[in-house]
């Protein structure tokens, strides 16, 4: 399991887990101490994972204050998510279409990163896929999963009918031979009326199975 951009105090509070955690116990006292034990959790989650050398996990992305994966062992933890440097990029960088390199990130914190900045962070680590998170974008909902950077770098997004957008959910399967399949979890069927974003194919070169 590793920690994403919720799995942080401010953000786990402002979109509502903190709130979910009072609700849950119907009093305040036993509510927030819940949410202090998870977010105890949450600053011990590891930041990344590296599959058999060659498939770096991470769940936002690349970072320019990246040298080595020594540079990720060094984060100390527990920790909280800070505004700015490497462990902030990990949870909140996103790629980026319209630029091959660096940009801010128009989230107001990270940076986006194009295509050759992963193709040469692939080059450099020996890294065959990156595969993370933290986007459902237009694309993504039918599949919920997209490729990027001509198949270096994998965005899947777990949750089925986010936010009532209908969208597909799915999990990545990697075996003990690296071979790569996908598990599609269909939305279940709702009578509120739900958000449209616009779709297209997907490129789906893996196996797919769905629910």
């Not at 940076?111 to 692939?122: A, L, P, S």
């Not at 459902?136 to 001509?150: D, I, P, S």
């Not at 597909?168 to 449209?196: E, H, M, N, W, Y």
Request: net charge positive; charged share 25%.
């Amino acid at each position: 399991m590793l920690r994403g951009n919720h799995e942080d105090g401010n953000t786990s509070m402002s979109y509502g887990f903190y709130d979910e955690c009072i609700n849950r116990f119907n009093a305040y006292k036993e509510g927030d101490q819940l949410w202090r034990k998870f977010i105890d959790v949450f600053n011990m989650l590891p930041l990344a994972a590296l599959i058999s050398n060659t498939i770096f996990c991470v769940h936002g992305g690349l970072s320019p204050f990246f040298g080595t994966f020594d540079d990720i062992d060094k984060i100390k933890r527990p920790s909280i998510v800070p505004p700015y440097g490497l462990m902030c990029d990990l949870v909140w960088s996103d790629p980026d279409e319209k630029h091959n390199g660096w940009s801010m990130s128009q989230r107001g914190i990270s940076f986006t990163f194009g295509e050759k900045i992963v193709k040469e962070f692939c080059h450099k680590n020996n890294i065959d896929l990156v595969v993370r998170a933290h986007q459902l974008t237009g694309e993504m909902v039918k599949y919920g999963h997209r490729f990027f950077a001509g198949g270096r770098l994998l965005t899947i997004f777990s949750a089925p009918n986010y936010l009532n957008t209908r969208n597909d959910g799915c999990v990545l399967r990697i075996s003990k031979k690296l071979k790569c399949s996908f598990q599609i979890f269909r939305p279940a069927k709702s009578k509120r009326t739900i958000r449209t974003h616009p779709s297209v194919t997907s490129r789906l070169k893996y196996q797919t199975s769905a629910l």
